[in-house]
């Protein structure tokens, strides 16, 4: 845990993501060059936001750490990859997702998977 950084241990802290039409996006804190690729849970940032932490093997270099999140979280939520793109951050450490599809199932699987409500 750093300075910047708590993690949420709040059940009526918002979630980390948001209703936008047909879609829902979804703010993480990625960190890239890890030991491992894992999604780790919801942290909250100095600034108040929500953000899933997500961690990759992958290195920060022609995309590569953004399409191993891709992929990371894609398997996460039983989503095909092609359901999931980078709405921005792409050369930051915080990044939007946006999830395309069935916004309820997409849902159901970000709760499940932070065990927000």
């Keep these: 845990m750093s300075w910047a950084s708590e993690v949420n241990h ?20 990625l960190t890239p060059k890890s030991s491992r690729d894992a999604l780790e849970g919801v942290e909250r940032l100095s600034d108040g ?12 270099e022609d995309g590569e750490a953004n399409a191993a999140l891709l992929k990371l979280l894609a398997k996460a939520l039983g ?9 921005s951050g792409a050369s930051g450490r915080t990044k939007v ?6 916004v309820e199932a997409a849902l159901a699987s ?8």
């Design 97 to 102: 997702i946006r999830i395309e599809g069935s």
């Design 49 to 60: 936001r929500s953000v899933l932490k997500a961690r990759v093997r992958a290195v920060p």
């Design 110 to 117: 970000l709760s499940s998977l932070t065990g927000a409500q």
């Design 10 to 29: 709040d059940p009526a802290a918002a979630p980390p993501w948001r209703v936008s039409g047909d879609a829902v996006l979804l703010t993480l804190r």
């Design 79 to 87: 989503l095909p990859v092609r359901s999931l793109s980078l709405a």
